[in-house]
């Protein structure tokens, strides 16, 4: 069964397998990168609007196995929607859960090796375009940004904080680390002190123009952007959530199995470089009495950017970043 004939999604030429919900990246390159054996199993740990499990499930042969995790239930919602008849085949399974939590989501199926992981990391532009989710600076909404939320018991951090509790209890001094560390914006100790000084902030435009206050008019585009992300990261644990998937993909996957990762952002590119070369996030190689190195996976060519022609369809691309290494 190819796309055209699932529900859910937009006849885009330019985009296959985008739907209303999302647009996936890289899409071709992706699964090119994933598939090492058409009758495998395969993990997509960032399941979103189920994009690129349409492209996966339409590469693989009928005897694979796909398992489509997200943490957001709306996520789950629309990709059941759409891959009905791949669940009801049983070629592929939707799980709620975070992929930090990959082993523990999977041993219960019966599933111990996989013959790869896709991790397309970030939001997608479902959850940024729902003003109610909070996630973007240009639409009024609750300072939210919880991809997953506690009313639901999946094991996946029942505590997640929303980013207006994390704003509005936090301190000056550890606001401003979040936004240096989780944002990297050089702004962020003027930008704390004002959004301390405006507490207490409930929605996302009270918010920027607090941060638009504290920055010159010609970096307010750029901080903007960092300090949601940052509070984005920060409120989901995305860092610490994708160096347990890295970790939990090392375990999980067969030898000449494969990691494709999309990033969006520098740190968590930086994170997947150096996991794909030592298999920890310090990036050295440790190496044998003989020199060889004993890293678990070994990167596959070079990091792939979308061409101009995807960024011009799709200009949520523009920043992607996508790495495959295979496990040793
Ligand atoms: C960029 S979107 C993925 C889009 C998807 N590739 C597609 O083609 O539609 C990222 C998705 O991953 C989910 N997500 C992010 N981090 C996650 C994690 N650690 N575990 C599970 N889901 C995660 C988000 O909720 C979001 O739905």
Redesign the pocket.
């Known amino acids: 069964m190819t796309d055209a004939s699932r529900g859910g999604q937009r006849a885009d030429g330019e985009l296959p397998?985008a739907?209303d919900?999302?647009?996936?990246?890289l899409?071709k390159t992706?699964v090119d990168g994933l598939v090492a054996d058409s009758g495998g199993v395969y993990v997509?740990?960032?399941?979103?609007?189920?994009?690129?499990?349409?492209?996966l499930l339409d590469r693989l042969d009928d005897n694979a196995t796909v398992f489509g995790?997200?943490?957001?239930d709306?996520?789950i919602a629309f990709?059941s929607r759409r891959l009905d008849r791949d669940i009801k085949s049983g070629r592929l399974r939707i799980v709620r859960?975070?992929?930090?939590?990959l082993v523990e989501l999977l041993t219960p199926l019966g599933v111990s090796r996989i013959d790869g992981l896709?991790?397309?990391?970030?939001?997608?532009?479902?959850?940024l375009d729902s003003p109610g989710r909070g996630f973007s600076h240009s639409r009024e909404g609750v300072l939210d940004m919880r991809?997953?939320r506690a009313e639901h018991d999946s094991g996946?951090d029942p505590d997640l904080t929303s980013a207006g509790d994390l704003i509005n209890a936090s301190t000056e001094r550890a606001l401003s680390n979040l936004l240096r560390m989780f944002g990297e914006e050089p702004r962020a100790r003027r930008i704390a002190a004002a959004i301390v000084a405006a507490r207490p902030l409930h929605t996302t435009t009270e918010l920027a123009d607090v941060v638009r206050g504290a920055v010159p008019r010609t970096d307010e585009a750029k901080s903007l952007a960092r300090v949601f992300q940052a509070l984005r990261v920060a409120v989901?644990r995305?860092l610490e959530?994708?160096e347990?998937?890295l970790a939990a993909a090392t375990d999980l996957t067969r030898p000449g199995g494969r990691l494709v990762m999309?990033a969006?952002h520098s740190l968590e590119d930086r994170i997947v470089k150096r996991y794909m070369r030592s298999g920890d996030t310090t990036g050295v190689v440790r190496r044998d009495l003989y020199g060889n190195a004993l890293a678990p996976w070994r990167p596959l060519g070079r990091v792939v950017k979308p061409d101009a022609a995807e960024v011009a369809a799709n200009p949520r691309a523009r920043s992607a970043r996508l790495r495959v290494a295979e496990r040793t």
């Open positions: 397998y739907s919900y999302h647009a996936p990246v899409c992706a997509d740990g960032t399941l979103g609007g189920g994009g690129h499990t349409a492209a995790i997200d943490r957001d709306e996520a990709a859960g975070n992929a930090a939590n896709l991790m397309d990391l970030g939001v997608s532009s479902h959850q991809m997953h996946d989901n995305e959530s994708l347990a998937a999309i969006y």
